[in-house]
């Protein structure tokens, strides 16, 4: 942060004040310091004066106005015009009241002056109560407005992203602008009920400054006189919460991710074994005793900025009750007139007070909602593209020619020139070293990823002339780190094909295939048993009763093409040979199985098998053939015969 020196000592104060806040901490280095993402705009107001941001606000506000309009249509206009007639009503209540003042200060109080007094003091309630009623009408609207735009907001970012290409979704920086966006739809209403708060303040502020030009041309004055001090010091405080809230959300993630590491399962046998309970807790204390620092300058800057700026105020208004004292001698103005100048003014630094709060924060949510904008537009550029052609049938043949692939940003591509078949009822293998590209193969040999040059067949048309929503429907995957849906275990086999009505005898079939079915038998609710300890009621699997579960879904999908990329990691010797029979069944059964593995032992019996280095094929035959080339293949299945000589079967 600007300002803040390295060697800075926690809890000292710098001499403007301010805490002194590491830039290097003992712990978190650089610190957790967002510079994208979600907390990139926190604080961001504090750069700016206020008049900038003032000047800023309309085009953010456009893109929040635009989602109120589609989410709630007239409810929008609605709130924003009862606010409008709200502050306006502010100047009615004080021409009623001036009205009422001069009937009543006209001379001595009597029983015929105060009859005649009525009909005005009425008008000055209804006017105060329409005034309540239309403030509560905007807030009413704008609450039922306010759920609709989170709606609306989420789906279509939702709605966007899941269409996104997948090599683009698991890009870094779209993954920050993703999660900006997400903090920027449930900014979206913020900014519109900011904006419905900004209209009653303005006005409110305009009525009161009108009601005293008419009364008299001078009294204008004299309100920007009283209220600018106000004014000042709401804006000096508004900037210091900004700087101040920045500092403490810093210290805050540091001091969350020290909370969740003490208290947290998954660290929790090495903080007792390591003991280091001890160490984590006397930085906590540090840093707690940092962030209470910052609250306590906080708070005295508020003290002194209050001080001042009421002390400013009222000397202001001790001019202001000359000028007025001025007036009332010389006869300018009557004593009714200076009752309501008063009442004015008071009136008109509420608001200002509000307008001044309202702009901060519309500018700071409004940023997040034009990143959930840029989000949007991003990732309808980056939607899955693809061709016409609907793949109705399974393919006989998928093979590939020259493929080339570089994942974004990067610039030594992950494949170069690789050519390779698939054939219906076949296990192909893809071998090779961690990095060598085999997952990344198999992604763009079932449309995952598009090839930079070169092409990915399936029965003579390219994965490019292809509807993939069609293709993929034709696919499978059994990942090592697929997805652990945290919903009952016959949602977690049967969203394998979600979009079909759940086949009792399909989902027996399957969970026996992938000996599931062992492991539900074991739970307490068996099928319904949610699989998701976070939650009441949950339940843990180990990783290998999750890689069985995974293994059903797969079949229960039913796809002609199947991948398995490391689908056996979590599986003891005995359980992956059995596997490795029950892949061998599916490729009987007409599928296309891929296999993605650097266990080799497995994959004695693939029709052919691919030894890839480096993003290029190097080697390719059957085992067989393979090991009599005494090349790279050779060498690798030797190493591993030698280390699980027992889970090697015989030739």
């Known amino acids: 942060m600007e300002g803040l020196r390295p060697n800075s000592r926690p809890g000292r104060h710098r001499s403007d004040g301010q805490v002194r806040i590491p830039e290097v901490d003992p712990l978190f280095g650089s610190g957790i310091r967002m510079t994208a993402g979600w907390a990139q705009h926190d604080g961001a107001g504090a750069d700016l004066g206020f008049w900038t941001l003032l000047s800023r606000l309309p085009r953010l506000m456009r893109i929040s106005f635009g989602l109120a309009w589609q989410a709630g249509h007239l409810l929008l206009p609605v709130a924003v015009t009862a606010k409008l007639l709200a502050g306006a009503a502010t100047g009615a209540v004080l021409l009623a009241t001036n009205a009422v003042l001069v009937l009543l200060l006209s001379g001595?109080?009597?029983?015929?002056?105060?009859?005649?007094?009525?009909?005005?003091?009425?008008?000055?309630?209804?006017?105060?109560?329409?005034?309540?009623?239309?403030?509560?009408?905007?807030?009413?609207v704008n609450g039922k407005l306010a759920p609709r735009i989170d709606r609306a907001a989420t789906v279509r970012l939702l709605e966007r992203a899941v269409?996104?290409?997948?090599?683009?979704?698991?890009?870094?920086?779209?993954?920050?602008?993703?999660?900006?966006?997400?903090?920027?739809?449930?900014?979206?209403?913020?900014?519109?009920?900011?904006?419905?708060?900004?209209?009653?303040?303005?006005?409110?502020?305009?009525?009161?400054?009108?009601?005293?030009?008419?009364?008299?041309?001078?009294?204008?004055?004299?309100?920007?006189?009283?209220?600018?001090?106000?004014?000042?010091?709401?804006?000096?405080?508004?900037?210091?919460?900004?700087?101040?809230?920045?500092?403490?959300?810093?210290?805050?993630?540091?001091?969350?991710?020290?909370?969740?590491?003490?208290?947290?399962?998954?660290?929790?046998e090495e903080v007792r074994a390591h003991r280091a309970g001890g160490f984590l807790l006397h930085h906590y204390q540090r840093l707690a005793r940092l962030s209470e620092a910052e609250q306590a300058r906080l708070a005295g800057l508020?003290?002194?900025?209050?001080?001042?700026?009421d002390g400013v105020a009222g000397l202001a208004r001790l001019a202001m009750y000359g000028v007025l004292g001025a007036l009332l001698t010389s006869g300018a103005v009557p004593l009714a007139?200076?009752?309501?100048?008063?009442?004015?003014?008071?009136?008109?630094?509420?608001?200002?007070?509000?307008?001044?709060?309202a702009v901060n924060d519309l500018y700071e949510q409004?940023?997040?909602?034009?990143?959930?904008?840029?989000?949007?537009?991003?990732?309808?550029?980056?939607?899955?593209?693809?061709?016409?052609?609907?793949?109705?049938?399974?393919?006989?043949?998928?093979?590939?020619?020259?493929?080339?692939?570089?994942?974004?940003?990067?610039?030594?591509?992950?494949?170069?020139?690789i050519d390779m078949t698939v054939r219906r009822g076949e296990i192909v293998a893809l071998v090779g070293e961690n990095g060598s590209g085999k997952t990344t193969l198999a992604k763009l040999l079932t449309g995952l990823y598009m090839p930079q040059r070169g092409a990915v067949w399936w029965d003579g048309r390219t994965t490019a002339e292809l509807d993939r929503a069609t293709l993929f429907d034709h696919v499978a995957l059994v990942a090592q780190d697929f997805v652990h849906w945290p919903f009952t275990a016959r949602v977690n086999v049967t969203i394998g094909r979600s979009t079909r009505r759940p086949d009792a005898a399909a989902l027996r079939e399957s969970a026996?295939?992938?000996?599931?079915?062992?492991?539900?038998?074991?739970?307490?609710?068996?099928w319904?048993?949610?699989?998701?300890?976070?939650?009441?009621?949950?339940?843990?699997?180990?990783?290998?009763?999750?890689?069985?579960?995974?293994?059903?879904?797969?079949?229960?999908?039913?796809?002609?093409?199947v991948i398995f990329d490391e689908p056996t990691a979590a599986l003891d010797p005995r359980a992956e040979l059995e596997v490795f029979d029950r892949v061998g069944d599916l490729a009987k059964g007409g599928r296309a199985v891929i296999l993605v593995t650097h266990r080799l032992a497995s994959v004695r019996r693939a029709?052919?098998?691919y030894v890839l280095d480096r993003g290029r094929v190097i080697e390719h035959g059957t085992h067989d053939a393979l090991m009599a080339l005494n090349g790279r293949y050779a060498e690798l299945y030797s190493l591993q015969a030698k280390q699980h000589q027992d889970s090697v079967p015989s030739s």
């Open 337 to 357: 007139v200076a009752g309501t100048v008063i009442i004015a003014i008071r009136t008109g630094t509420g608001h200002l007070t509000a307008l001044v709060s």
């Open 528 to 561: 319904e048993t949610l699989l998701a300890p976070e939650f009441l009621g949950g339940t843990m699997l180990s990783g290998g009763q999750w890689q069985r579960i995974g293994l059903a879904r797969a079949h229960y999908r039913n796809a002609s093409v």
């Open 512 to 526: 026996a295939f992938g000996r599931a079915d062992e492991v539900v038998d074991r739970l307490d609710a068996g």
């Open 163 to 268: 269409r996104v290409e997948l090599v683009i979704i698991k890009n870094a920086e779209f993954r920050n602008l993703m999660s900006a966006a997400a903090r920027g739809a449930l900014s979206a209403r913020m900014v519109t009920t900011y904006a419905i708060a900004l209209v009653e303040a303005l006005t409110g502020l305009v009525a009161a400054a009108g009601v005293l030009t008419v009364l008299h041309p001078l009294l204008m004055p004299l309100m920007v006189v009283v209220t600018v001090p106000s004014a000042w010091g709401a804006v000096r405080m508004a900037r210091a919460r900004f700087v101040s809230m920045k500092r403490w959300t810093e210290l805050q993630r540091q001091l969350e991710t020290l909370s969740e590491l003490l208290i947290g399962s998954s660290p929790a």
């Open 366 to 417: 409004g940023l997040f909602v034009q990143d959930w904008k840029q989000a949007c537009d991003r990732a309808e550029q980056e939607a899955i593209r693809g061709g016409t052609i609907k793949l109705d049938q399974p393919p006989d043949q998928i093979f590939a020619r020259n493929l080339w692939f570089t994942y974004p940003n990067n610039e030594q591509p992950s494949l170069a020139g």
């Open 607 to 609: 029709d052919r098998i």
């Open 108 to 140: 001595p109080p009597t029983l015929e002056r105060l009859t005649q007094a009525l009909p005005v003091l009425l008008g000055v309630a209804v006017a105060g109560v329409a005034r309540s009623v239309l403030s509560s009408m905007g807030d009413a």
């Open 302 to 309: 508020e003290a002194r900025t209050n001080l001042m700026s």
